[in-house]
């Protein structure tokens, strides 16, 4: 034969409802909640690039916006230099031209200075302006636009004075025949010029900082009032930034302090914009609809999980009132019918089951009508047996002992009356047997005195005789009691049969019988000290059993209406539980 393969495990995790949580709902609301762990995850990835990608965005545009500012003011000095007259009087071609540009000049707040080729200062305009300008090293920024002859911008530099940033356009003068005669720079204070608007507008009222590096990798301007020096300027964005990259990424100060930075290249200027955000500043919007998020996750899984149940236990209620009649089925006459759950294939099985139920009850009422016949056919032969015996057999054996008793007067033989002796011992014992049989086929004490005597009767009768038992303790009412005569002839047999197992198969020390009568319902209780038993499971398995003794005191509990109760263990002994409604004697 083959192997059962199957899993066993312990009984309180093979119910319906636990195997369902494990293998239906378990199952469910862990995916749900990858599913929704994975979403997040995802979200936030999608988020973070998201913002970086808007941080790219803003340091782009921003830089692109310096970038045409810086081409106009470079415009402005293009147009002013193509129009010097290149001679020998600078003074006197140069300089009225410039005063003539003046109102265009303005936006150089740190002035405009003429030099020629060899670096020699020849004008400046609006001088008050150009003092600034004037103590500059300027072969540097003259040789750099000789060589790449094109307009050049410098990186910054704090004027002492002033204590400001300035930056330098260097436009080179060629003559007629494309010789370097000189160049025109215009020197710009980064505070409050046309170059740190877009910074400003990008800043606002948010929590943004903008700061602009040159190439050297200085910080020229920075959006907060923090003091130029204190800005950390060797960080890896500062460097993508002036090395002509664009980006953004996340960063962490040797604070902790997390911030979000996106980077670009200021074109033709060898500079680089930062924009700088925190990060919870950044991500609070985010962060909110990620709570959302997280909280309809939540939501979903426990409606996930309460659907699950619900929908479990509305499938397993129904299966467990099928199971909870079903086990009544064996002890109880009928059943309620269970309401329909809704589930058609469940319905079916209850219909079934009812119509199963239906005909058992019938069944049994019809076998019940039959063991009832045959009881009362039993007690009828009883009588009648026992009648025989009293009227005929007893008789004859005292006719018997009345003779033996005749001999034993007329005989003289000592060895004949020894012998009469003995036969007449033999008779005394037989009649006393058959009177035995006698009262137990037909319990006279019973018809003649009731129920309680013939209680009293058979509990002394347990003390005698082959498995007396030493303590048999009765407890009955004080008063007198009267039942119709089946239902008494019933508790008497019971606990006939009950005192007979006792004696028979159980070997107590102890057996205790009490009986109590109330308005409406009688309680017999047998219980002894013996080696106890097994109790099946049903009391169908006592025929197959042999104990016929108890299926006959259970027939005789049903044909009452009652219900009979039976505990016991090995070595702990046997309780009889009876309870029947009352009925009293016409």
């Given at each position: 034969?083959?192997?059962?393969?199957?899993?066993?495990?312990?009984?309180?995790?093979?119910?319906?409802?636990?195997?369902?949580?494990?293998?239906?709902?378990?199952?469910?609301?862990?995916?749900?909640?990858?599913?929704?762990?994975?979403?997040?995850?995802?979200?936030r990835?999608?988020?973070?690039?998201?913002?970086?990608?808007?941080?790219?965005?803003?340091?782009?545009?921003?830089?692109?916006?310096?970038?045409?500012?810086?081409?106009?003011?470079?415009?402005?000095l293009?147009?002013?230099?193509?129009?010097?007259?290149?001679?020998?009087d600078?003074?006197?071609?140069?300089?009225?031209?410039?005063?003539?540009?003046?109102?265009?000049?303005?936006?150089?707040?740190a002035?405009?200075?003429?030099?020629?080729?060899?670096?020699k200062?020849?004008?400046?305009?609006?001088?008050?302006?150009?003092?600034?300008?004037?103590?500059?090293?300027?072969?540097?920024?003259?040789?750099?636009?000789?060589?790449?002859?094109?307009?050049?911008?410098?990186?910054?530099?704090?004027?002492?004075?002033?204590?400001?940033?300035?930056?330098?356009?260097?436009?080179?003068?060629?003559?007629?025949?494309?010789?370097?005669?000189?160049?025109?720079?215009?020197?710009?204070?980064?505070a409050?010029?046309?170059?740190?608007?877009?910074?400003?507008?990008?800043?606002?009222?948010?929590?943004?900082?903008?700061?602009?590096?040159?190439g050297?990798?200085?910080?020229?301007?920075?959006?907060?009032?923090?003091?130029?020096?204190n800005?950390?300027?060797?960080?890896?964005?500062?460097?993508?930034?002036?090395?002509?990259?664009?980006?953004?990424?996340?960063?962490?100060?040797?604070?902790?302090?997390?911030?979000?930075?996106?980077?670009?290249?200021?074109?033709?200027?060898?500079?680089?914009?930062?924009?700088?955000e925190?990060?919870?500043?950044?991500?609070s919007?985010?962060?909110?609809?990620?709570?959302?998020?997280?909280?309809?996750?939540?939501?979903?899984?426990?409606?996930?999980?309460?659907?699950?149940?619900?929908?479990?236990?509305r499938?397993?209620?129904p299966?467990?009132?099928?199971?909870?009649?079903?086990?009544?089925?064996?002890?109880?006459?009928?059943?309620?019918?269970?309401?329909?759950?809704g589930i058609?294939?469940?319905?079916?099985?209850?219909?079934?089951?009812?119509?199963?139920?239906?005909?058992?009850?019938?069944?049994?009422?019809?076998?019940?009508?039959?063991?009832?016949a045959?009881?009362?056919?039993?007690?009828?032969?009883?009588?009648h047996?026992?009648?025989?015996?009293?009227?005929?057999?007893?008789?004859?054996?005292?006719?018997?002992?009345?003779?033996?008793?005749?001999?034993?007067?007329?005989?003289?033989?000592?060895?004949?009356?020894?012998?009469?002796?003995e036969?007449?011992?033999?008779?005394?014992?037989?009649?006393?047997?058959?009177?035995?049989?006698?009262?137990?086929?037909?319990?006279?004490?019973?018809?003649?005195?009731?129920?309680?005597?013939?209680?009293?009767?058979?509990?002394?009768?347990?003390?005698?005789?082959?498995?007396?038992?030493?303590?048999?303790?009765?407890?009955?009412?004080?008063?007198?009691?009267?039942?119709?005569?089946?239902?008494?002839?019933?508790?008497?047999r019971?606990?006939?049969?009950?005192?007979?197992n006792?004696?028979?198969?159980?070997?107590?020390?102890?057996?205790?019988?009490?009986?109590?009568?109330?308005?409406?319902?009688?309680?017999?209780?047998?219980?002894?000290?013996?080696?106890g038993?097994?109790?099946?499971?049903?009391?169908?398995?006592l025929?197959?059993?042999?104990?016929?003794?108890?299926?006959?005191?259970?027939?005789?509990?049903?044909?009452?209406?009652?219900?009979?109760?039976?505990?016991?263990?090995?070595?702990?002994?046997?309780?009889?539980?009876?309870?029947m409604?009352?009925?009293?004697?016409?």
């Open positions: 034969m083959g192997k059962d393969r199957r899993l066993h495990l312990p009984e309180k995790y093979r119910s319906l409802r636990t195997l369902a949580i494990a293998l239906v709902i378990l199952p469910l609301a862990l995916i749900l909640f990858g599913l929704v762990s994975a979403g997040i995850l995802s979200y990835r999608v988020v973070v690039q998201l913002l970086i990608d808007h941080q790219t965005q803003l340091a782009e545009a921003a830089a692109s916006n310096i970038a045409q500012v810086i081409d106009s003011y470079a415009i402005v293009e147009v002013i230099a193509s129009n010097v007259e290149v001679n020998s600078w003074e006197d071609t140069v300089l009225p031209q410039l005063n003539e540009a003046n109102p265009s000049l303005e936006i150089f707040t002035g405009i200075l003429l030099v020629d080729a060899t670096g200062r020849l004008g400046a305009a609006p001088f008050e302006q150009s003092l600034a300008l004037s103590e500059l090293g300027l072969a540097d920024f003259i040789a750099a636009a000789q060589s790449e002859c094109a307009t050049t911008i410098s990186n910054g530099w704090v004027d002492q004075d002033q204590a400001q940033p300035i930056i330098l356009i260097t436009v080179p003068i060629y003559d007629s025949n494309d010789e370097f005669r000189g160049a025109l720079l215009g020197g710009i204070y980064l409050g010029s046309h170059l740190t608007e877009p910074i400003h507008n990008m800043v606002g009222e948010e929590q943004r900082s903008v700061y602009l590096v040159d050297a990798g200085q910080v020229i301007f920075h959006s907060s009032p923090e003091p130029i020096a800005i950390q300027t060797d960080l890896p964005f500062i460097q993508k930034a002036i090395s002509g990259e664009q980006g953004g990424m996340q960063w962490e100060n040797a604070s902790a302090e997390r911030y979000l930075v996106g980077y670009a290249p200021v074109e033709s200027t060898g500079w680089g914009l930062v924009v700088q925190p990060w919870a500043t950044v991500t919007p985010a962060r909110n609809y990620g709570y959302m998020l997280i909280s309809i996750g939540l939501v979903a899984l426990v409606g996930v999980i309460l659907l699950g149940w619900f929908g479990v236990r499938i397993v209620t299966i467990q009132a099928l199971s909870n009649q079903a086990r009544q089925l064996v002890t109880v006459d009928g059943i309620e019918p269970i309401a329909e759950s058609s294939e469940i319905d079916s099985l209850e219909h079934s089951f009812d119509q199963m139920a239906h005909q058992i009850a019938s069944y049994r009422v019809g076998l019940r009508r039959y063991v009832g045959i009881t009362q056919k039993q007690e009828d032969e009883h009588r047996i026992a009648r025989e015996l009293h009227d005929e057999t007893v008789q004859s054996l005292l006719a018997i002992s009345r003779s033996l008793e005749l001999e034993q007067s007329s005989e003289s033989n000592p060895e004949r009356l020894k012998r009469l002796a036969i007449q011992k033999m008779v005394a014992e037989t009649l006393s047997g058959v009177r035995q049989i006698s009262r137990d086929l037909r319990p006279l004490v019973l018809e003649d005195l009731g129920l309680i005597p013939a209680l009293q009767a058979l509990v002394r009768s347990a003390h005698l005789g082959p498995g007396a038992v030493p303590h048999v303790k009765l407890e009955v009412p004080d008063t007198p009691i009267r039942l119709q005569a089946r239902q008494e002839l019933a508790l008497y019971i606990t006939q049969e009950a005192l007979t006792a004696r028979k198969h159980a070997q107590p020390t102890g057996v205790r019988v009490s009986l109590q009568v109330e308005a409406e319902s009688i309680q017999l209780e047998i219980e002894d000290d013996g080696k038993f097994q109790v099946p499971d049903s009391f169908s398995e025929a197959q059993r042999g104990c016929f003794g108890l299926m006959g005191i259970q027939e005789r509990v049903w044909e009452m209406g009652g219900s009979l109760a039976l505990r016991s263990a090995p070595g702990e002994g046997a309780r009889l539980q009876i309870n409604p009352v009925m009293p004697a016409p």
